[in-house]
């Protein structure tokens, strides 16, 4: 037992220095790794401030350049390259301010380099105010180079023009005679009036421009000054050679006008007298052609009010007559202000009284021929007129048929077959509107209608009577096969006549909407440019063409399907067909497809149905054969 303790104390004392040791070791390596960490985030923010200051003195070293431009277009160019620096030094200033804040942060934590990171970013700070500076400087250089080389540009244009006008003014060219100074004259005048607008334009600008540069103390102050006083120095010189030029040819004018002034008097009256002739001749040989008697009445009433006004024209001829005998007198030369003589228009004067019979006879003869125009315009206006009235009155007679569908199928036939036997009286009311076209009777008084639209019109009522045997042949089927009441169809028929106020035989979609809520469709009403889901339904089935308009025949076809629509077989799909047919053929078009179907049901259709053989075997241009196609398709 007294073994066992044997060096318990020192035992013990080692292994509490061992614990002691370990934990201080434990410190020392947190310590380290700490350091080590801080300092290679010292490293990192110094690596930032370097770059920058690298930037900087890259920056620096370009903006102590001496290089300010020697011409606007260079200076314009640096200073543009200066704009895009400075955008870029807003850049870097801003990453200069985030290494500053990033700085005092690792200060404000303690870190171990605090000392070295105050100092790098004091001088970071220092080093771009520095170039904010320069740059600052350098700018400021470069628009007082601009403004300096912009001044003599200009200068050098005021110049440039007051030489162009010293050539001008310092002509000797004074004229020869009264005409050719005023023409002088003139163009001084407008020569002085652009010297008064360059004063505003040019002098008063550089003017402006040397103050600015004055005032502002420009290093280049004695150049400007100097330049300035040349050019108005010339300024002044030129204004007064321009006076001195202008008073000589006053001068000139005077002393030439008391010896023109006779040739003036007889050259303005000569003129006077020409222009009239000209004009009277003018009118004298202008084609006769008129469109109405009217005019031609016109026209002969003009001719005999300027025949007797012709005595003042003979006065005025007299008094050139005497005004040459004067002239002639004085033994001078020819008037250099006209061309004119009084033996030419003495010429002039006999051949007018020529002219005025030559026209005397040409009135005559198209009065004539206005008066044959118009008994013309009455003969066709009293026929289009006559037969606009007859077409108006069949179609109101063919659309308010009454009645059985028998009845009003015979009466409808009746009444085609007496549209057709109308052709005959078209065809005279063409040819009278050829007559008229041939003698260029392009327009006419007595009526609204042509034979364009006439025949348009009774086209239009061929057709009409056409549809609508074909529909009422189709009530009567319907009727027969399907069940539906006469006086059902009877009351389809009215109500679609009723809406059809323009007698067109065809309603648009918001007459068609009408028409279905007068037979008790109940269709909502929805806002103004709002789709209608359960209307466009119908109209994709009534009006699937998408025209605009539903024909009586598509609407009748409409609303027999809506009496039998729960009625499906073979034969009723052949019929379907065949109402889309005119006339009712075992065969249908590509057009008539195209016309009652969607694009994508014509094309299905024509893929698929086969070209129709009459019964000798003969095939019909553009024609299929539905019968073939349902049987194939439908007999399920």
């Avoid at 704009?83 to 301010?97: N, P």
């Avoid at 550089?206 to 300035?228: M, R, S």
């Avoid at 001195?244 to 030439?256: C, D, F, I, T």
């Avoid at 063409?545 to 039998?564: C, H, K, P, W």
Wanted: aromatic share 8%; hydrophobic share 35%.
């Amino acid at each position: 037992m007294s073994e066992s303790n044997v060096g318990l104390e020192e035992i013990e004392s080692r292994l509490n220095q061992l614990v002691e040791n370990w934990a201080e070791l434990k410190v020392m390596a947190t310590n380290r790794g700490q350091k080590l960490e801080e300092s290679l985030i010292y490293q990192q923010f110094s690596a930032s401030v370097e770059e920058e200051e690298s930037w900087i003195q890259e920056k620096h070293h370009l903006l102590s350049s001496e290089n300010y431009g020697d011409t606007l277009a260079s200076v314009q160019g640096l200073l543009k390259k200066h704009d895009a620096f400075e955008t870029d030094l807003q850049v870097h200033e801003d990453r200069c301010g985030e290494i500053k804040d990033r700085g005092d942060r690792l200060i404000e934590e303690g870190n171990h380099n605090a000392g070295n990171i105050q100092g790098r970013c004091e001088s970071l700070l220092e080093k771009m105010t520095g170039l904010k500076h320069t740059a600052n400087l350098r700018k400021s250089r470069l628009g007082d180079n601009f403004a300096f080389l912009q001044f003599m540009w200009k200068t050098d244009v005021v110049e440039s023009w007051i030489a162009d006008k010293e050539t001008q003014v310092r002509s000797e060219e004074y004229g020869r005679d009264l005409s050719s100074v005023q023409t002088l004259l003139t163009k001084q005048e407008t020569f002085d009036a652009g010297l008064q607008a360059f004063d505003k334009e040019g002098i008063q600008t550089i003017t402006a421009l040397k103050d600015q540069l004055v005032n502002a103390q420009h290093e280049q102050t004695p150049a400007i000054q100097e330049k300035y006083n040349a050019v108005i120095e010339r300024w002044n010189k030129l204004l007064g050679d321009s006076e001195a030029r202008k008073e000589k040819l006053h001068l000139l004018q005077h002393q030439y006008r008391e010896i023109e002034d006779l040739y003036l008097t007889f050259a303005k009256k000569a003129s006077a007298f020409n222009s009239w002739f000209e004009n009277a001749e003018e009118d004298l040989t202008d084609p006769v052609r008129c469109n109405s008697v009217e005019e031609i009445k016109s026209l002969r009433e003009a001719h005999d009010r300027f025949k007797a006004s012709l005595s003042a024209a003979q006065t005025d001829f007299k008094q050139l007559a005497t005004l040459d005998k004067q002239i002639k007198s004085y033994n001078v030369g020819p008037n250099p202000y006209t061309w004119f003589t009084m033996e030419a228009l003495d010429d002039t004067w006999r051949n007018l009284q020529k002219i005025i019979k030559e026209r005397d006879q040409e009135l005559a003869k198209e009065q004539t021929r206005q008066e044959e125009n118009d008994v013309l315009r009455k003969q066709f206006a009293q026929a289009a007129n006559t037969f606009h009235g007859w077409l108006a009155e069949t179609r109101a007679s063919m659309m308010e048929g009454t009645g059985t569908l028998e009845d009003q199928l015979e009466a409808t036939k009746y009444k085609a077959t007496e549209v057709r036997s109308q052709k005959g009286q078209l065809k005279k009311i063409e040819e009278l509107g050829a007559l008229l076209e041939q003698r260029l009777i392009l327009d006419n008084r007595y009526t609204e209608h042509s034979t364009v639209g006439l025949a348009q019109q009774w086209d239009q009522l061929d057709q009409l009577g056409m549809r609508m045997q074909h529909n009422l042949e189709q009530q009567i089927q319907a009727r027969n096969q399907s069940g539906v009441s006469e006086d059902a169809l009877r009351e389809f028929s009215m109500m679609f006549k009723h809406f059809d106020k323009d007698k067109s035989g065809k309603l648009d979609h918001q007459e068609f909407k009408s028409c279905l809520r007068a037979l008790g469709y109940d269709l909502p009403m929805v806002e103004e440019g709002q789709t209608d889901p359960e209307f466009q339904a119908i109209l994709d089935s009534v009006d699937p063409n998408m025209d605009g308009q539903v024909s009586l025949q598509e609407y009748m076809a409409f609303m027999i399907s809506r009496e039998t629509e729960n009625v499906q077989s073979i034969g009723e799909i052949e019929q379907a067909f065949k109402a889309l047919t005119s006339g009712e053929r075992p065969y249908i078009t590509a057009t008539e497809l195209y016309a009652n179907l969607t694009r994508e049901q014509s094309d299905y259709c024509i893929a698929r149905m086969k070209p129709y053989k009459d019964p000798k075997g003969h095939s019909v241009v553009d024609a299929y054969d539905y019968v073939l196609f349902t049987q194939d398709y439908f007999s399920v």
